[in-house]
């Protein structure tokens, strides 16, 4: 158990309201990842943060943005939510000095 | 091309049986390789990390061919607990891994 937890795990919104999501771990990872997850695509990489203020894209960065204020926690926040962003958002963690990266339990998203 | 490549599946294999998944590619300076298993509206989970020529872990093997850079998943004496997507992930020498979108298993009694 990597001790990730993420917040809300389901939310239904409406287009155009400003939406953001949690991450949390407890072990001080440095390394926190955002993926989304649609049919057909697999997992893809929203951003990244490899310390505390510091952040990169991923390859489906738009409309989008994150924060990292504190070791535990990186936040994922959708600035004017559209349908397209209906997905299942996880966020995932990785130790020091390895690639294995480690999913918490997701966040379903609808935006009606 | 796609980075990462894998057949969608289903395959569907009866209890007992033994199943092989393959994944291409496309990155020849990818370094670290592994295999991820996702239960049904769940996280994905590491099953194997995949280093140098390949390992074992129960009834589970993993492969690596870097010359042709394909990795196989084995699957020994299939138990119906074993159905679910298998995703392989290939590292891209940076920070980030890429997925590939995941071969479903179905095992049926």
């Known amino acids: 158990d990597a001790g990730i937890t993420q917040s809300p795990r389901h939310k239904v919104t409406e287009t155009g309201t400003p939406v953001t999501l949690r991450c949390h771990q407890t072990?001080?990872?440095?390394?926190m990842y955002w993926y989304r997850q649609d049919p057909g695509h697999g997992l893809r990489l929203i951003h990244y943060s490899y310390g505390v203020k510091d952040t990169d894209k991923g390859e489906v960065s738009d409309g989008y943005s994150v924060s990292r204020s504190k070791t535990e926690d990186f936040l994922l926040t959708l600035e004017s939510a559209t349908s397209s962003q209906t997905s299942v958002y996880f966020c995932?963690?990785?130790?020091?000095?390895?690639?294995?990266?480690?999913f918490g339990p997701g966040t379903r998203l609808t935006v009606t | 091309r796609k980075e990462v490549e894998q057949d969608p599946g289903p395959f569907n294999v009866p209890e007992g049986a033994t199943v092989a998944f393959n994944c291409t590619y496309s990155n020849s300076a990818s370094q670290s390789f592994f295999w991820y298993r996702q239960d049904c509206r769940k996280e994905p989970k590491l099953l194997m990390s995949v280093y140098s020529s390949g390992n074992e872990d129960g009834r589970f093997t993993a492969q690596l061919n870097r010359a042709s850079q394909y990795i196989s998943l084995l699957i020994r004496d299939s138990k119906l607990s074993d159905s679910a997507t298998y995703l392989c992930v290939v590292d891209t020498n940076t920070d980030k891994l890429i997925f590939g979108t995941g071969t479903r298993l179905q095992v049926f009694p």
């Open positions: 995932a963690i990785t130790e020091t000095g390895s690639y294995e990266q480690y």
């Open positions: 072990e001080n990872h440095r390394y």
